[in-house]
């Protein structure tokens, strides 16, 4: 029992002159209602039935295109006939958006990034944005200004460009006059990504920074010792969620004999004789000692740790009895940090893997 008539003028979105040259009609269910167009550029369309969402058309030579779609309007408990006046804007194919710069810079150095820049359109022109550009009108204390949108704005593919050495420029014509675009900046390595904002032919060049990632703490996500099978050569492997690299304060000699001091291995006298396999003993030594007595060394590859264990190490050797397991110790003297990361503090192994040692348990040999 409730329908509603639409009536209003439309403007050029540039010049603001008013339309006559146009057609409308009013979508809405399976039905299709052309509307009409007086000499003066008023229109006049509907009627629109209540509980119905629905779409406004509006074309125009020389125009882009104009598809607005609108909320249902609910119905009453009465019977009512309704008028509701809507003003549109529509903006020339021929005016297109002048050629633009973007610039990205970092706030952590003086590089130029390389990465993409995403436009997203996210509402219809907005040259009226302030109250004094908009002009006479009818304004609902519900819905505000009682102006079509057009959607079809908002259709306009996004725009991925990539750039580098910190600058893209945009050609005349990339943007859609008028329509504002959420512009996301990634691909920056090391990088966060930044979501800004550009009014295509308002905004002339644009400049933007990206800050650091925050620093994600070091961690361990997997040693070779939670695996099932036995090792044949001793080596422990530590994996950690990022890249890595010793604090740079630390001299990887002085580090290598800490682990050598603090290496150990357990092999039983099975032959019950007088000789055992037994590793170096540095007292036993003349200064000055190899950093490596025992045969243990480190590397860093990447997010990965690896300690190996050369037999070199023994002193004496009974190849008749098995080293069933080696331990590697002296953690709290590898000091680690994320590479890459600006400002990261350097965490010791020990309080990363929770405990002063690491056993290996070796195939009997």
């Not at 119905?75 to 804007?89: I, N």
């Not at 740079?248 to 580090?255: E, F, I, Q, R, S």
């Amino acid at each position: 029992g409730t329908a509603q008539y639409f009536s209003g003028r439309i403007y050029d979105g540039v010049s603001l002159d008013r339309l006559t040259n146009y057609s409308i009609r009013l979508e809405y269910f399976d039905r299709t209602i052309p509307g009409t167009v007086d000499a003066n550029g008023r229109y006049f369309v509907g009627p629109l039935l209540a509980n119905a969402d629905y779409s406004i058309v509006v074309e125009a030579e020389g125009y882009r295109s104009f598809l607005s779609h609108n909320e249902r309007i609910d119905a009453t408990t009465e019977k009512s006939l309704r008028s509701l006046y809507y003003d549109a804007f529509m903006y020339p194919v021929n005016v297109t958006t002048p050629g633009a710069t973007c610039r990205v810079r970092v706030s952590d150095s003086t590089e130029l990034p390389s990465g993409f820049l995403r436009f997203s359109p996210t509402s219809s022109s907005i040259l009226f944005d302030d109250d004094s550009e908009k002009p006479v009108g009818v304004t609902s204390s519900d819905a505000g200004r009682q102006l079509w949108q057009n959607d079809e704005d908002l259709q306009q593919r996004a725009l991925l460009v990539p750039f580098s050495d910190g600058e893209v420029t945009l050609d005349s014509g990339q943007l859609v006059y008028g329509v504002n675009y959420a512009v996301t900046i990634y691909g920056v390595p090391g990088h966060e990504s930044l979501v800004g904002s550009y009014t295509a032919g308002i905004d002339g060049d644009r400049s933007w920074v990206l800050d650091p990632l925050g620093n994600t703490p070091l961690a361990i996500t997997a040693l070779s010792t939670d695996e099932l099978a036995l090792r044949p050569d001793g080596q422990l492997e530590i994996r950690f969620n990022q890249p890595i690299a010793l604090e740079p304060g630390v001299n990887p000699a002085t580090l290598q004999r800490a682990l050598n001091d603090a290496f150990s291995i357990s092999s039983p006298n099975e032959d019950a004789d007088g000789n055992q396999n037994v590793l170096v003993n540095a007292g036993a030594l003349t200064p000055p000692i190899a950093a490596n007595y025992r045969g243990v060394s480190f590397q860093i590859d990447g997010d990965r740790l690896r300690f190996t264990w050369n037999r070199t190490g023994l002193d004496t050797v009974d190849a008749d009895d098995p080293i069933v397991s080696v331990t590697y110790g002296g953690f709290g003297s590898v000091m680690l940090y994320p590479v890459g990361t600006a400002n990261a503090t350097p965490v010791s192994l020990l309080d990363l893997l929770g405990s002063g040692s690491s056993l290996v348990r070796m195939v009997a040999q």
